[in-house]
Antibody
Framework: EVQLLESGGGLVQPGGSLRLSCAAS????????MSWVRQAPGKGLEWVSI????????NHVDSVQGRFTISRDNSKNALYLQMSSLRAEDTAIYYC????????????WGQGTLVTVSS | QTVVTQEPSFSVSPGGTVTLTCGLN?????????PSWYQQTPGQAPRTLIY???TRSSGVPDRFSGSIVGNKAALTITGAQADDESDYYC??????????FGGGTKLTVL
């Protein structure tokens, strides 16, 4: 069974930094691209970042370019999101999602971790 | 800036049929955008319903179907049930790894 477990969320001040983690299990991790998707309170889903199966390729939504960095450690079956220069508008639940190995969609989701940016 | 449009809300009677749509602020949605659809109930993670325009994800009832209708992607629920009351999101693949979600449709079954 595919399992994705996010951690690392919490309260951080504006301008601060935080690193989210996602522990993956139940599948061959290094065969799948992985993404982060977020959801602000009471709002819709927003795709944030993606990393290729090897970790060689990444991309981010424009609003986090230069502030967030997605990475992975295939030896640990782990996905990360390093967030810096955090703003109030980054407050959201952050979901880890697995990209299908055949099509451009997300076939598995974690339960999410809440990040609150506030003074 | 690419904006993916969805109806903010929709209602359907139990047993009825409803079609939710997913469009672009500029241009038409085609299969090349690899539309997918997700269902989310409050406090829960999204659940994948449809991918590659019209393929149901494992375990999804056949009352859910996906298609292209005119210049939009569409999710049709045939024979709506009370537990279909949820938020529904479409996702389009824009290329170069970039994806954009629609704003979501809140479906009420009453």
């Amino acid at each position: 069974e595919v399992q994705l477990l996010e951690s690392g969320g919490g309260l951080v001040q504006p301008g601060g930094s935080l690193r989210l983690s996602c522990a993956a299990s139940g599948f061959t991790y290094n065969k799948y691209a992985m993404s982060w998707v977020r959801q602000a309170p009471g709002k819709g889903l927003e795709w944030v970042s993606i990393v290729s199966d090897s970790g060689d390729y990444t991309n981010h939504v424009d609003s986090v370019q230069g502030r967030f960095t997605i990475s992975r450690d295939n030896s640990k079956n782990a996905l990360y999101l390093q967030m810096s220069s955090l703003r109030a508008e980054d407050t959201a639940i952050y979901y880890c999602a697995r990209r299908s190995d055949t099509f451009f969609y997300f076939d598995s989701w974690g339960q999410g971790t809440l990040v609150t940016v506030s003074s | 800036q690419t904006v993916v449009t969805q109806e903010p809300s929709f209602s359907v009677s139990p047993g009825g049929t409803v079609t939710l749509t997913c469009g672009l602020n500029s241009g038409s949605v085609s299969t090349s955008y690899s539309p997918s659809w997700y269902q989310q109930t409050p406090g829960q993670a999204p659940r994948t319903l449809i991918y590659n325009t019209n393929t149901r994800s494992s375990g999804v009832p056949d009352r859910f179907s996906g298609s292209i209708v005119g210049n939009k992607a569409a999710l049709t629920i045939t024979g709506a049930q009370a537990d279909d009351e949820s938020d529904y999101y479409c996702l389009l693949y824009m290329g170069s790894g970039i994806r954009v979600f629609g704003g979501g449709t809140k479906l009420t079954v009453l």
